[in-house]
């Protein structure tokens, strides 16, 4: 008789009898002699992400786990494990994720239409706050999950008909809080994507969710170790992994975020201490050493899952008992194959959720379509572009069966602070030798006056350059397409400025202007996608120019006068910068052209023209950037004419030079600007910056006066940061020809 048949007739004989040694033998022939194993993964924000450790050493050492019940970043994990991915599935994906732009508030700027990228320019993104029903609201999360919620979406697309979570390749509980009672909420059926993101909104970062009608907030505030949900599916055996956020100490309770974190921190220590006590002898406990690293760290995915893996293994004594024969564990596996399922053929494409907007204005520009086979791809593109407008604060797809076929359905959730939307910037400035200024902005823009998508914008300066402007945007066709969006735009623009006047472009100044003018216009436009817009206008400007401290100039004709032009306006934009300010990466293309007729003082319907040129590259290599800036400017208008000329100086504009002290009707600049980002970001702010920049230039009279030998240099060095209200500059510029002057301000040099 062969060994291997004698073996087997051995321990037949054995288990007939009741022997120990047998039975223990037979316990790793398969799942069905086995205690049933349950895995539970607390939450811990990036900490959750050491699960994907721990899983790949069970899976390496043949431990199944025959079902799984996870809290927030818990849950995240342990529903993708369920789902049928394996660890190393698991590893591959989040370490490709970029995890800087996952939690963008909205999507990346150059996928916005040019009116929201156009808002970048005068205020920041990062501060808006609105207006519904007559109340002042705020965002309810800091950070946007839309990203984390595509990542979801694609991931479980190969069980996204799977209602029941006993039915995934390995039964799934995800554990959250009813927001209204505070009550645990374990849910075990329905949409999976959005159980896991419902699971994880973290109070005051993420948004909480609507799931069947509840208000779902994150599960680590009630059950952020669900031991007690791992035995309600039927384990006997646990193997619990606990990477909870541990409390912090006296040097972190110094400011709100920090009270508020350490506040979350001792609710969810205080439920796992309970789940802690519930473990049996027989249970194995996993707390992976993570050390200084926090729950916002996803930027240290490759580190935290090393932190699993080692925690697991140090356990190896205790997990081997838990293991099973190869060809039990090989039968394990093919039991969570992912079954592919049948491609989807759509046949509607659906809007749901807003009560505010029209999105099926925007039916026309998405690339998913009915007769299309389903692709993630698609559907994910189109996801950004309905939020590109501003309008949602989550926009989420999904592919279900309805009665005409699968449909494409897009679920979109009105910002609840919205559609009047209100932002504040702040400029305030000195150059350290008596100039400073200051100005208060408030803009403010009601989206959806109609169902075509009709906007008022408006804008406020309160302070040394006061400025009034509003448009009225109204789209011209109920459908937008590729080549049929055209809007028409009514604008006006009231503002007030002082200026000085240098002599001979000196330093020294020899009078004060006050100019005061009111602008009309009217254009025809038509967004080039996603890379710009095209206008064509009427454009009706009225000012006047008032001497403030000019005793020189009390008799000049052009003083004191009502002056006005009508002219054909023309402008084109092409943005692809990823940031108004400190961009790292993009360019950025400007041309303005307008011609008409002027008149006033002496000058009787003259004809002029100005033409304006600008364009922005900009390339990053690491936390090194490149910037290269050129714009030019020709004018051709009477001479005695008070429209005034184009000027130079000022921080990066000249550096070194006094604002406005260079002065004509063609100009020529160019700078090349070298900046690092820091790798720390400060709160409130995008990040640090220094560098500096190297610029020439000048202006003329007139054009064919131009000579490459009247060129200035100037150069800056400066240290910033990108925040809520504005970037933020403290620099030193620097001129042969100027002088030297320091710079500090707050807002747009």
Same mark, same amino acid.
């Given at each position: 008789?062969?060994?291997?048949?004698?073996?087997?007739?051995?321990?037949?004989?054995?288990?007939?009898?009741?022997?120990?040694?047998?039975?223990?033998?037979?316990?790793?022939?398969?799942?069905?002699?086995?205690?049933?194993?349950?895995?539970?993964?607390?939450?811990?924000?990036?900490?959750?992400?050491?699960?994907?450790?721990?899983?790949?050493?069970?899976?390496?050492?043949?431990?199944?786990?025959?079902?799984?019940?996870?809290?927030?970043?818990?849950?995240?994990?342990?529903?993708?494990?369920?789902?049928?991915?394996?660890?190393?599935?698991?590893?591959?994906?989040?370490?490709?994720?970029?995890?800087?732009?996952?939690?963008?508030?909205?999507?990346?700027?150059?996928?916005?239409?040019?009116?929201?990228?156009?808002?970048?320019?005068?205020?920041?993104?990062?501060?808006?706050?609105?207006?519904?029903?007559?109340?002042?609201?705020?965002?309810?999360?800091?950070?946007?999950?839309?990203?984390?919620?595509?990542?979801?979406?694609?991931?479980?697309?190969?069980?996204?008909?799977?209602?029941?979570?006993?039915?995934?390749?390995?039964?799934?509980?995800?554990?959250?809080?009813?927001?209204?009672?505070?009550?645990?909420?374990?849910?075990?059926?329905?949409?999976?994507?959005?159980?896991?993101?419902?699971?994880?909104?973290?109070?005051?970062?993420?948004?909480?969710?609507?799931?069947?009608?509840?208000?779902?907030?994150?599960?680590?505030?009630?059950?952020?170790?669900?031991?007690?949900?791992?035995?309600?599916?039927?384990?006997?055996?646990?193997?619990?992994?606990?990477?909870?956020?541990?409390?912090?100490?006296?040097?972190?309770?110094?400011?709100?975020?920090?009270?508020?974190?350490?506040?979350?921190?001792?609710?969810?220590?205080?439920?796992?201490?309970?789940?802690?006590?519930?473990?049996?002898?027989?249970?194995?406990?996993?707390?992976?050493?993570?050390?200084? +690293?926090? /729950? #916002?760290?996803? @930027?240290?995915? $490759?580190?935290?899952?090393?932190?699993?893996?080692? &925690?697991?293994?140090?356990? %190896?004594?205790?997990?081997?008992?838990?293991?099973?024969?190869?060809?039990?564990?090989?039968?394990?596996?093919?039991?969570?194959?992912?079954?592919?399922?049948?491609?989807?053929?759509?046949?509607?494409?659906?809007?749901?959720?807003?009560?505010?907007?029209?999105?099926?204005?925007?039916?026309?520009?998405?690339?998913?379509?009915?007769?299309?086979?389903?692709?993630?791809?698609?559907?994910?593109?189109?996801?950004? +572009?309905? /939020? #590109?407008?501003? @309008?949602?604060? $989550?926009?989420?797809?999904?592919?279900?069966?309805? &009665?005409?076929?699968?449909? %494409?359905?897009?679920?979109?959730?009105?910002?609840?602070?919205?559609?009047?939307?209100?932002?504040?910037?702040?400029?305030?400035?000195?150059?350290?030798?008596?100039?400073?200024?200051?100005?208060?902005?408030?803009?403010?823009?009601?989206?959806?006056?109609?169902?075509?998508?009709?906007?008022?914008?408006?804008?406020?300066?309160?302070?040394?350059?006061?400025?009034?402007?509003?448009?009225?945007?109204?789209?011209?066709?109920?459908?937008?397409?590729?080549?049929?969006?055209?809007?028409?735009?009514?604008?006006?623009?009231?503002?007030?400025?002082?200026?000085?006047?240098?002599?001979?472009?000196?330093?020294?100044?020899?009078?004060?202007?006050?100019?005061?003018?009111?602008?009309?216009?009217?254009?025809?436009?038509?967004?080039?996608?996603?890379?710009?817009?095209?206008?064509?206008?009427?454009?009706?400007?009225?000012?006047?120019?008032?001497?403030?401290?000019?005793?020189?100039?009390?008799?000049?004709?052009?003083?004191?006068?009502?002056?006005?032009?009508?002219?054909?306006?023309?402008?084109?934009?092409?943005?692809?910068?990823?940031?108004?300010?400190?961009?790292?990466?993009?360019?950025?293309?400007?041309?303005?052209?307008?011609?008409?007729?002027?008149?006033?003082?002496?000058?009787?319907?003259?004809?002029?023209?100005?033409?304006?040129?600008?364009?922005?590259?900009?390339?990053?290599?690491?936390?090194?950037?490149?910037?290269?800036?050129?714009?030019?400017?020709?004018?051709?208008?009477?001479?005695?004419?008070?429209?005034?000329?184009?000027?130079?100086?000022?921080?990066?504009?000249?550096?070194?030079?006094?604002?406005?002290?260079?002065?004509?009707?063609?100009?020529?600049?160019?700078?090349?600007?070298?900046?690092?980002?820091?790798?720390?970001?400060?709160?409130?702010?995008?990040?640090?910056?220094?560098?500096?920049?190297?610029?020439?230039?000048?202006?003329?009279?007139?054009?064919?006066?131009?000579?490459?030998?009247?060129?200035?240099?100037?150069?800056?060095?400066?240290?910033?940061?990108?925040?809520?209200?504005?970037?933020?500059?403290?620099?030193?510029?620097?001129?042969?020809?100027?002088?030297?002057?320091?710079?500090?301000?707050?807002?747009?040099?």
């Amino acid at each position: 008789m062969r060994p291997e048949a004698r073996s087997g007739l051995l321990l037949a004989l054995a288990l007939l009898i009741g022997s120990p040694l047998a039975q223990a033998q037979a316990q790793t022939t398969g799942p069905a002699e086995r205690p049933p194993i349950g895995l539970v993964l607390s939450g811990g924000g990036a900490r959750g992400l050491a699960h994907v450790g721990v899983l790949k050493v069970l899976e390496r050492e043949r431990i199944p786990a025959d079902m799984v019940a996870g809290t927030s970043m818990g849950a995240i994990i342990g529903g993708l494990y369920a789902s049928g991915m394996s660890a190393r599935d698991l590893e591959r994906e989040l370490l490709a994720v970029n995890w800087g732009t996952v939690f963008n508030s909205r999507v990346d700027r150059q996928q916005l239409s040019q009116r929201r990228k156009e808002e970048d320019f005068e205020f920041s993104p990062a501060v808006e706050v609105g207006m519904r029903d007559g109340e002042i609201r705020l965002p309810q999360g800091t950070l946007s999950s839309r990203g984390l919620e595509i990542l979801l979406r694609r991931f479980t697309l190969p069980v996204r008909n799977v209602q029941n979570f006993d039915d995934l390749p390995t039964p799934f509980r995800a554990v959250a809080t009813d927001l209204e009672t505070g009550a645990q909420l374990v849910m075990s059926r329905g949409d999976l994507a959005l159980a896991l993101r419902s699971s994880m909104s973290v109070p005051g970062v993420f948004a909480p969710t609507e799931w069947q009608e509840r208000i779902l907030g994150d599960g680590g505030l009630v059950n952020n170790l669900p031991v007690d949900v791992a035995r309600g599916l039927g384990a006997q055996r646990l193997i619990a992994v606990n990477v909870g956020t541990p409390l912090s100490g006296r040097s972190a309770l110094n400011s709100l975020v920090g009270v508020t974190g350490q506040m979350i921190n001792i609710l969810t220590e205080q439920n796992v201490q309970r789940s802690l006590a519930t473990l049996a002898p027989s249970d194995l406990l996993i707390t992976p050493q993570l050390g200084p +690293l926090g /729950a #916002s760290d996803f @930027d240290k995915t $490759r580190e935290l899952i090393a932190a699993g893996e080692a &925690a697991a293994e140090a356990m %190896l004594p205790r997990l081997r008992s838990l293991a099973v024969s190869p060809e039990a564990y090989a039968e394990w596996q093919l039991e969570r194959v992912r079954r592919n399922q049948p491609k989807a053929m759509l046949a509607a494409v659906k809007f749901e959720g807003s009560s505010i907007t029209n999105p099926e204005r925007f039916k026309a520009q998405l690339e998913s379509a009915p007769g299309q086979i389903f692709d993630t791809e698609r559907a994910e593109r189109d996801a950004r +572009l309905l /939020a #590109s407008s501003g @309008d949602y604060e $989550r926009v989420d797809y999904h592919v279900e069966q309805r &009665a005409g076929g699968d449909a %494409l359905v897009f679920t979109m959730d009105d910002k609840h602070w919205g559609p009047n939307y209100f932002r504040i910037g702040l400029d305030l400035s000195t150059d350290f030798d008596g100039e400073s200024a200051f100005n208060l902005r408030i803009s403010h823009n009601r989206h959806w006056l109609t169902p075509l998508g009709t906007e008022w914008r408006n804008q406020l300066t309160i302070g040394q350059t006061p400025r009034f402007y509003s448009e009225i945007y109204q789209p011209l066709s109920f459908q937008l397409g590729r080549s049929n969006d055209w809007f028409v735009s009514g604008w006006a623009e009231l503002d007030r400025r002082n200026f000085t006047l240098y002599q001979d472009t000196s330093d020294v100044a020899v009078a004060r202007l006050q100019r005061q003018a009111a602008t009309f216009g009217a254009d025809l436009g038509q967004p080039w996608g996603r890379l710009g817009e095209l206008r064509l206008g009427l454009q009706h400007q009225n000012w006047r120019v008032t001497p403030k401290l000019a005793p020189f100039l009390l008799n000049d004709n052009r003083l004191d006068k009502v002056w006005s032009e009508t002219g054909l306006r023309l402008k084109a934009v092409v943005d692809q910068l990823d940031f108004a300010n400190f961009p790292q990466r993009g360019y950025r293309v400007l041309f303005e052209a307008i011609a008409g007729q002027q008149s006033g003082g002496s000058v009787r319907h003259a004809a002029f023209h100005r033409a304006e040129l600008q364009g922005s590259w900009v390339r990053s290599w690491g936390t090194h950037t490149l910037n290269l800036h050129a714009r030019t400017f020709l004018a051709r208008q009477p001479e005695d004419s008070a429209q005034g000329p184009y000027s130079l100086g000022g921080f990066q504009q000249l550096s070194g030079y006094q604002p406005g002290q260079l002065i004509g009707d063609t100009l020529v600049f160019g700078r090349a600007t070298y900046y690092r980002r820091l790798r720390e970001t400060p709160l409130l702010t995008r990040g640090f910056f220094y560098g500096g920049s190297l610029e020439i230039g000048n202006a003329w009279g007139q054009s064919d006066k131009v000579s490459s030998k009247d060129l200035r240099t100037a150069a800056s060095l400066f240290i910033g940061a990108d925040t809520g209200i504005g970037p933020l500059y403290l620099a030193v510029g620097m001129a042969p020809q100027g002088s030297k002057a320091i710079y500090l301000f707050i807002g747009r040099p």
